[in-house]
C-alpha cells in the first residue's frame, strides 16, 4: 500500500474528490494518510478532520528558512511514499522535487503546455485561457520537476468553453469535468506503480 500526502492550500475541492473516490475503493493501491497545509485556515483542513485524516500546517511565511526541511520531517514521521499536489500554491525546490523523483504528481487546470508555468495558478489560469480566446481548455495531471507544471504528463481532459463564460464558471466546470476525475485516475496510477516497486 502507498501511503499518499495530499498538499493543499485552499478549499481542498480536489482532496474532496481524493477523499470520495478513495472511501468508494477507487483508489486501491493507495492510503491518503496525511494532509498538509500551507495555510492554517485552508477549509481543506476541515474537510480531513471530518475524514479522519491527520494533518499539518506548514507556513512558508512562518517559517521561510526551514519551510521544506519542516515538510519533510513531517513526511518521514508519517512514512509517507508518494505526495499529490491538490491545489497547493508553494513552489517546491529543486533539491526537494529531485529527492521525490517520480513520486510527487500535480494537478493543473489547463491542457499543459498551454497556460502553466510561473504565475499561472488558480482563476489566473482560467482569465488567461478566456482572455486568449481558446475554444477547448481542460485538466492535465503530471509528475511534479523543478519546472514548474513541465514534468512529463500522466492524464489530460479536455473542456470545452461556452459562450458567456466567466473564469469562475469555467473554473467549476473544469473541476468537475476534468480535475475531480482524473486527479483519483492518475493518483491510483501513481500509487499501484510504487506499491510494486514497494513489495519487490
Ligand atoms: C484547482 O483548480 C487546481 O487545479 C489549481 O488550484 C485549484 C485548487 O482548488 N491548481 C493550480 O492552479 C496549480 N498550478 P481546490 O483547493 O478546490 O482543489
Same mark, same amino acid.
Not at 39 to 43: C, D, E, K, Q
Given at each position: 500500500m502507498t501511503k499518499i500526502a495530499v498538499f493543499v492550500s485552499g478549499g481542498g475541492t480536489n482532496l474532496q474528490a481524493l477523499i470520495d473516490a478513495s472511501e468508494a475503493g &477507487?483508489?486501491?493501491?493507495?492510503?491518503?494518510?496525511l494532509v498538509l497545509s500551507s495555510?492554517?485556515?485552508?477549509?481543506a483542513l476541515e474537510r480531513a478532520r471530518k475524514h479522519g485524516i491527520p494533518s499539518v500546517v506548514v507556513s512558508r511565511k512562518e517559517h521561510p528558512e526551514d519551510f521544506e526541511a519542516m515538510i519533510e520531517s513531517a513526511l518521514s514521521e508519517n512514512g509517507i511514499d508518494m505526495i499529490v499536489l491538490a491545489g497547493f500554491m508553494s513552489i517546491l525546490s529543486a533539491e526537494f522535487t529531485e529527492k521525490y523523483e517520480n513520486r510527487i504528481i500535480n494537478v493543473h487546470?489547463?491542457?499543459?503546455?498551454?497556460?502553466?508555468? &510561473?504565475?499561472?495558478?488558480g482563476l489566473r489560469v482560467h482569465e488567461a485561457a478566456l482572455e486568449y480566446g481558446v475554444k477547448v481548455t481542460g485538466a492535465t495531471v503530471h509528475f511534479v520537476n523543478s519546472i514548474p507544471d513541465g514534468g512529463r504528463i500522466i492524464l489530460q481532459r479536455a473542456v470545452y468553453i461556452q459562450e458567456g463564460d466567466t473564469p469562475e464558471v469555467l473554473q467549476r466546470r473544469v473541476m468537475e469535468e476534468a480535475e475531480w476525475k482524473i486527479l483519483p485516475e492518475a493518483c491510483e496510477k501513481v500509487a499501484f506503480e510504487l506499491s510494486q516497486h514497494k513489495e519487490a
Open positions: &477507487k483508489i486501491p493501491h493507495g492510503e491518503i494518510a495555510s492554517p485556515t485552508a477549509y487546470p489547463s491542457l499543459i503546455p498551454s497556460f502553466c508555468g &510561473k504565475g499561472f495558478y
